[in-house]
């Protein structure tokens, strides 16, 4: 049960918020199932073996951070403390 539970009026300003956020770009990855010709083709190396001749690799990708999802969690642990916080180290981050 979170600390602040987010109800629908909370919701809503939280995600007129997160729009007004700027596009951060964050790193992930994304699981890619490949047979072992694939793999020697594009020169992959440290894939998984799933059995019956596939493969899975891990490739790096930069991703949209999700502002909404991340303020949200935030304003439930914090409050408000928390998504103020958030804005600045999103600030911080833009700034450098």
Do not use: F
């Not at 103020?84 to 833009?94: N, S, V």
């Amino acid at each position: 049960m979170p600390k602040y539970p987010v109800d629908k009026q909370t919701a809503k300003r939280i995600l007129i918020l997160a729009s007004k956020m700027p596009l951060v770009w964050v790193n992930s990855h994304e699981k890619h199932i490949m047979t072992k010709a694939e793999l020697d083709e594009m020169g992959y190396v440290g894939a998984t073996d799933l059995g019956d001749g596939k493969y899975m690799y891990k490739a790096p990708v930069m991703v949209a951070k999700n502002h909404y999802r991340c303020m949200r969690r935030r304003y439930e642990k914090h409050g408000v403390a928390g998504l103020d916080k958030y804005i600045d180290e999103i600030k911080e981050l833009k700034d450098a």
